[in-house]
T-cell receptor, first 116, second 114 residues
């Protein structure tokens, strides 16, 4: 079946630095990808919708200058957490729709970010 | 706004059936999904159902949809210890062609006792 790959799966960075997370659709093209954030023991919250070739659409309350999203090709979207703070530590997960009408939505493995 | 509700915990004995329930509020949902998340892992798509269907069966999994009551359930037959995980219900909201925007419930933690 369709596969969405995220990298890195775990990353530790120092406070104030930036870290990039990649989301790739391995065997299908995805004009739209989605980035979610999951807090411990909480559900997933949509952060932004990544659109290939255009600006991402951010959900209310998500800082677009802090969470930079780039969707440069039909198989790759990146999320860059800039000037990371400890409160940015979380599980970030991306998804992409494979097929017409979004009936098959696959998620990446997720990326654990720890900011120290 | 959209909202998806699930009970937080369910405990069953190995071999019994598990039924995880979910309610949603948006009547325009096109697809409804069940995802499984094991500890420290990402989300695994278990199954999905189109909103004009009442039931979908896939091996040990049965999904029932009551569109009138906006109620979705996932039944796992012959539950095994390997089924222990958090199960998320999600609805797909289609905003003018923006496919794939999912609203998630908080997840139901299924514990299977031997």
């Amino acid at each position: 079946g369709a596969v969405v790959s995220q990298h890195p799966s775990r990353v530790i960075c120092k406070s104030g630095t930036s870290v990039k997370i990649e989301c790739r659709s391995l065997d299908f093209q995805a004009t739209t990808m989605f980035w979610y954030r999951q807090f411990p023991k909480k559900s997933l919250m949509l952060m932004a919708t990544s659109n290939e070739g255009s600006k991402a659409t951010y959900e209310q309350g998500v800082e677009k200058d802090k969470f930079l999203i780039n969707h440069a090709s039909l198989t790759l979207s990146t999320l860059t957490v800039t000037s990371a703070h400890p409160e940015d530590s979380s599980f970030y997960i991306c998804s992409a729709a494979a097929g017409f009408a979004g009936n098959t939505i696959y998620f990446g493995e997720g990326s654990w970010l720890t900011v120290v | 706004g959209e909202d998806v509700e699930q009970s937080l915990f369910l405990s069953v004995r190995e071999g019994d059936s598990s039924v995880i329930n979910c309610t949603y509020t948006d009547s325009s949902s096109t697809y409804l999904y069940w995802y499984k998340q094991e500890p420290g892992a990402g989300l695994q798509l278990l199954t999905y159902i189109f909103s004009n269907m009442d039931m979908k069966q896939d091996q040990r999994l049965t999904v029932l949809l009551n569109k009138k009551d906006k109620h979705l359930s996932l039944r796992i037959a012959d539950t095994q210890t390997g089924d222990s995980a958090i199960y998320f219900c999600a609805e797909s909201i289609d905003y003018g062609g923006s496919q794939g925007n999912l609203i998630f419930g908080k997840g139901t933690k299924l514990s299977v006792k031997p």
